[in-house]
C-alpha cells in the first residue's frame, strides 16, 4: 500500500543552522501539507500545497520557513535559522483531493532537537 | 473558546469493552470529521472519515457526527490491547482545507 515517506527520522541541529526536512508524498496525490506537533501538544498545521505554490499558512508559518516541490516526488520544508522552539515532530500529509477523496495520509515524521 | 475539544484522558478499559470517544467543536463550518490513531512519537494513522452528520462503520469502529450538536464520537467495540493508542479527532470546511486536530485521548486497553 502506498504511503508518505519522510526523512531524516530525526534531525539534531544547532540554534540559527538551516535544515530542510524531505517528505515523498504518495504518487498520485495533488495537495501535500506540513504539520508540527510539539511534545505533548496537538496537531498544528503548518501550510498547504498545491500546483506549486502555497495554498493557505498558518501565523506559525512565518519568513523562516518554506516550502518546495523541487521535482516530481519530493516536498520539502525549510527552516532558515531554527530557534529552540522549533522543537517538534513534523509531519508531511498529502490527499488525492479527487471528489470525494480528501482523506489526508500522514508520514511517519521527522523529529526535529534543537539544541 | 477553543475549536476543537477532546478530553485528553487517559481512559482506562479492560479488554472486550466498548470504547466512547468524543470531540466537540465551535465552527459550525466544520463539514469534514476524521478520526487519527497516534502511536508514541509516530505518526497519525487514519482511521475514519465522515462528511457531514451520520454514522459510519468500519469493522469495530463506528463513526458519529451530530452537527445539530456540534458534537462527534468513535466508538470501538470489543476493545484489544492493540488499540491501545492516543486518538485524535480532526476536522475541516472543505475537504481540501488544513485539519484542525483535537488534543487527543489516551486509550489503555488491558488485558
Known amino acids: 500500500e502506498p504511503e508518505v515517506t519522510q526523512t531524516p527520522s530525526h534531525q539534531v541541529t544547532q540554534m540559527g543552522q538551516e535544515v530542510i526536512l524531505r517528505c515523498v508524498p504518495i504518487s498520485n496525490h495533488l495537495y501535500f501539507y506540513w504539520y508540527r506537533q510539539i511534545l505533548g501538544q496537538k496537531v498544528e498545521f503548518l501550510v498547504s500545497?498545491?500546483?506549486?505554490?502555497?495554498?493557505?499558512k498558518s501565523e506559525i508559518f512565518d519568513d523562516q520557513f518554506s516550502v518546495e516541490r523541487p521535482d516530481g516526488s519530493n516536498f520539502t520544508l525549510k527552516i532558515r535559522s531554527t530557534k529552540l522552539e522549533d522543537s517538534a515532530m513534523y509531519f508531511c500529509a498529502s490527499t488525492p483531493s479527487l471528489g470525494a477523496q480528501i482523506e489526508q495520509y500522514f508520514g511517519p515524521g521527522t523529529r526535529l532537537t534543537v539544541t | 473558546q477553543k475549536e476543537v475539544e477532546q478530553d485528553p484522558g487517559p481512559l482506562s478499559v479492560p479488554e472486550g469493552a466498548i470504547v466512547s470517544l468524543n470531540c466537540t467543536y465551535s465552527?459550525?463550518?466544520?463539514?469534514?470529521f476524521m478520526w487519527y490513531r497516534q502511536y508514541s512519537r509516530k505518526g497519525p494513522e487514519l482511521l475514519m472519515y465522515?462528511?457531514?452528520?451520520g454514522n459510519k462503520e468500519d469493522g469495530r469502529f463506528t463513526a458519529q457526527v451530530d452537527k445539530s450538536s456540534k458534537y462527534i464520537s468513535l466508538f470501538i467495540r470489543d476493545s484489544q490491547p492493540s488499540d491501545s493508542a492516543t486518538y485524535l479527532c480532526a476536522m475541516s470546511a472543505r475537504g481540501i482545507d488544513k485539519l484542525i486536530f483535537g488534543t487527543g485521548t489516551r486509550l489503555q486497553v488491558f488485558p
Open positions: 465522515t462528511y457531514s452528520s
Open positions: 465552527n459550525s463550518a466544520f463539514q469534514y
Open positions: 500545497f498545491y500546483n506549486n505554490e502555497i495554498s493557505e
